[in-house]
């Protein structure tokens, strides 16, 4: 599917301001293990922290993966919270694989409850949680929401709004969950305490380019995260009249790790173009840090 004009747009970049909101992850919790959940949001009502409607009940599930890339397994982020109590934060945004919905998933080990306050923020977006589902495994609790704008009824396209959900999120690991903050790069400017080391971005980048069929390529970037990175990344291809149809954003704790689904006159990319696209993009990412002009 095509994404609209403005999500490749330069125009879109704007300042981001951090949005909290006001209900606590504790108001609910999902925490057996081996369960899994899904509830609709339009007509359920909240009884005992479950969406009373549209409930089911599943054991061993074991995680999916997202557009043919596996997700990091519960196994590792087990391991990583074994290693030093602080389990992976991770949040994914994916817009490949529902077509009317944009899918947000969001863990924390087995720290997050129903995300009550994720869900009013999200809508103070402007935006509507139509599903979610809540799986359990290994003591992971991994939380999708499948949401729309509702001024439209639409998937969000706008990548300057696909920013915001994501920092909210962000936010509101930070706020609810404080201990997250060594594990994000945003708990440096925004936490009770910065991430004890900081990714080398020179190591921690790697871009590739390949073919996904005949009109169009599969760009993958992973890099060391940090506010307005994604709408920086779009406006470099958008410079160069590389044509973003769909993307999947992910959080992996202090690294980026984004797919995108990349055009140039309706082909895919051929050698000499993906060699400039990866020049651009290396030669941003490896900046210290963001003109201030550029959000």
Do not use: W
Request: aromatic share 6%; with cysteine.
């Amino acid at each position: 599917m095509a994404i609209a004009n403005a999500f490749f747009s330069p125009a879109a970049a704007a300042t981001l301001a951090p949005v909290r909101s006001k209900l606590s992850h504790s108001d609910c919790d999902f925490s057996a293990p081996h369960l899994n959940l899904s509830f609709s949001t339009s007509s359920s009502k909240l009884t005992r922290g479950l969406f009373h409607s549209g409930i089911t009940t599943k054991k061993n599930i074991s995680c999916a993966s997202i557009d043919g890339v596996e997700s990091v397994s519960s196994a590792s982020l087990k391991s990583e919270q074994d290693r030093d109590g602080i389990p992976m934060p991770i949040v994914l945004i994916d817009q490949d694989s529902d077509s009317d919905a944009t899918i947000v998933q969001v863990s924390f080990g087995d720290r997050l409850g129903a995300l009550i306050d994720t869900m009013k923020a999200l809508k103070d977006l402007g935006l509507d949680v139509v599903k979610g589902t809540v799986n359990t495994e290994a003591s992971v609790i991994e939380t999708k929401f499948f949401i729309m704008r509702l001024a439209s009824g639409r998937k969000v396209e706008d990548p300057d709004l696909l920013e915001r959900i994501r920092l909210t999120i962000i936010n509101n690991l930070l706020k609810y969950h404080p201990e997250s903050s060594e594990r994000l790069a945003m708990g440096e400017a925004f936490g009770i305490k910065a991430p004890a080391k900081k990714l080398d971005v020179d190591i921690a980048t790697h871009i590739h380019v390949k073919d996904d069929g005949p009109a169009r390529s599969l760009l993958y970037i992973e890099t060391a995260d940090r506010p307005g990175l994604l709408l920086e990344m779009i406006k470099i291809m958008a410079d160069i009249n590389v044509n973003v149809e769909s993307a999947e954003i992910e959080t992996e704790g202090l690294v980026a790790k984004d797919k995108f689904h990349v055009s140039y006159r309706g082909q895919a990319l051929n050698n000499s173009l993906s060699q400039v696209l990866t020049n651009c993009l290396r030669y941003y990412l490896r900046r210290p840090e963001t003109d201030e002009d550029s959000y």
